[in-house]
């Protein structure tokens, strides 16, 4: 019930209670009953309240509500005097005239109440009416609302698969404007091409660029051989084998011709292996297999120009042996070369003659008594293997760690262990030598094999048990026309 009825309610209840009061009350306050009401026996009230000395008799005062709506009545008792008839009757005669005064006020209350009655019902009926509708409002709408978010995500949903279109498109825009910024570019430089071409003839553009490649031929060959200037790297290509052995390719070879021969060991050994490349190499790939006839000593032999160059083990023999026909084609005895570890580098294992090749040819390193145990240098017929020429040194070939030729000069290390460096060179151009001091990186810790390959500008070694790669910086000199 709403708060209007619910007020309404109150009041009817409190006509009752009045009505209840005075068939029940007013004869025990007339003295029909035996019951005695005392001055303290007050009905207290929120209305004020007269103060009223009992002797005058019983007194009815004004009713007034209490919080909850109800009429209460204030009666104050007079003292009993069992003998006063006519005050009683007096007293009651007055007690029945306030009734009557108070049963119209409680008659025009009712009036009042039943026409405020009727207007709260009107209202509760008007605000029952508005509330429903706002409730249908409501209603309404949510349903609106739920089915405009409905063609909303409908629309959405057949949008989603153009995002992936239109990101495309992003896409496809930015790549076309790069095309525009390219082809702008592109169509600015042939307009410069064809302005540079407009302005000479075709035949003077061709005996330009002849001329230049003629010139730069010249210059090339003014060029002396490089001096070697710095050694970076290593680079590890595999490992594999045993503490000592050799691998290498052919310095003369073409640039598609990038064969690898790889032989393990120092002494013992015949087996020569053969890769197609430096990838076959790697991953193991061998290609074909050569016996040799003579087992070879040391590790420092040398391919060059299709044929493999070793010393016959126990011997100071050199060997020339052709991969295409298997055969040995030459052979010959390097006079007075000390052998089978008389003379070797600083490590042994037979490495008394060094094989080796450069820009220039072929060439022997070895020692002799007639030089006291110094290296000796010799440049080979690579067909007959017969000394061309010697160079004798003051470098003592068992305190060399291993050696290596660049452009005719022999580059020597002071070690094959931790700390080695490039420590002497002598040219066999002047003859002469000098101390040097070129470090390089032995990262493996013992060196039993580092040759020089021309092709390739680059040395390769044996680190113990790794193949690895040194590149090399080398400082060329152009001659002059005063140069012999």
Request: charged share 20%; aromatic share 10%; hydrophobic share 35%.
């Amino acid at each position: 019930m709403s708060p209007p009825l619910l007020k309404l309610g109150a009041v009817l209840s409190t006509m009752a209670m009045i009505s209840n009061w005075m068939s029940q009350t007013l004869p025990s306050l007339v003295g029909l009953n035996t019951t005695r009401i005392t001055t303290s026996d007050t009905l207290v009230s929120s209305c004020d309240v007269l103060q009223i000395s009992p002797k005058e008799g019983w007194q009815v005062y004004s009713s007034a509500q209490d919080p909850d709506g109800r009429c209460i009545c204030t009666v104050v008792a007079p003292e009993q005097n069992l003998c006063s008839r006519d005050a009683k009757s007096r007293q009651l005669r007055q007690l029945l005239e306030k009734v009557q005064n108070m049963s119209q006020s409680i008659e025009v209350l009712n009036l009042r109440t039943q026409r405020d009655f009727q207007y709260v019902l009107k209202m509760e009926t008007q605000m029952k009416g508005l509330k429903a509708k706002f409730r249908q409002i409501e209603d309404d709408r949510k349903t609106l609302m739920t089915k405009h978010f409905q063609e909303l995500k409908e629309k959405m949903d057949e949008l989603l698969p153009l995002i992936p279109v239109l990101e495309q498109y992003k896409t496809d825009a930015k790549l076309i404007t790069q095309f525009k910024e390219e082809i702008r570019n592109l169509s600015t430089v042939l307009t410069g091409i064809q302005e540079e071409i407009g302005a000479y003839d075709y035949e003077e553009l061709h005996q330009r660029v002849l001329s230049l490649e003629t010139r730069l031929r010249d210059c090339m060959k003014k060029l002396t051989c490089g001096k070697l200037m710095k050694i970076t790297g290593p680079i590890t290509v595999k490992i594999s084998g045993t503490r000592f052995g050799a691998w290498m390719t052919d310095p003369l070879a073409s640039e598609k011709n990038n064969r690898v021969w790889y032989m393990d060991s120092y002494t013992n050994n015949k087996i020569v292996r053969e890769y197609k490349s430096i990838a076959d190499f790697v991953s193991g790939a061998e290609s074909r297999t050569y016996n040799l006839p003579f087992k070879w000593a040391g590790t420092n032999h040398v391919v060059y120009n299709g044929s493999l160059y070793f010393n016959k083990y126990q011997s100071n023999i050199i060997i020339k042996y052709s991969f295409d026909t298997g055969r040995v084609l030459a052979q010959r005895s390097l006079e007075y070369a000390g052998f089978h570890n008389v003379y070797p580098y600083t490590w042994g294992g037979f490495s008394d003659i060094d094989l080796m090749a450069d820009e220039i040819g072929l060439w022997a390193v070895y020692a002799t008594n007639q030089n006291a145990g110094n290296i000796v240098i010799s440049q080979l017929n690579q067909d007959t293997l017969e000394v061309l020429k010697s160079w004798s040194t003051g470098y003592p070939k068992r305190s060399a760690g291993e050696s290596f030729m660049i452009c005719g000069t022999l580059y020597v290390t002071n070690s094959h262990l931790t700390g080695a460096k490039v420590y002497y060179s002598y040219s066999t151009k002047t003859s002469t030598y000098e101390y040097t001091d070129i470090p390089f990186h032995n990262q493996y810790f013992h060196i039993s094999m580092l040759d020089y390959n021309a092709r390739d500008r680059a040395l390769y070694a044996w680190n113990n048990g790794h193949q690895v790669l040194f590149n090399v910086t080398l400082f060329h000199v152009i001659k002059t026309e005063d140069d012999t």
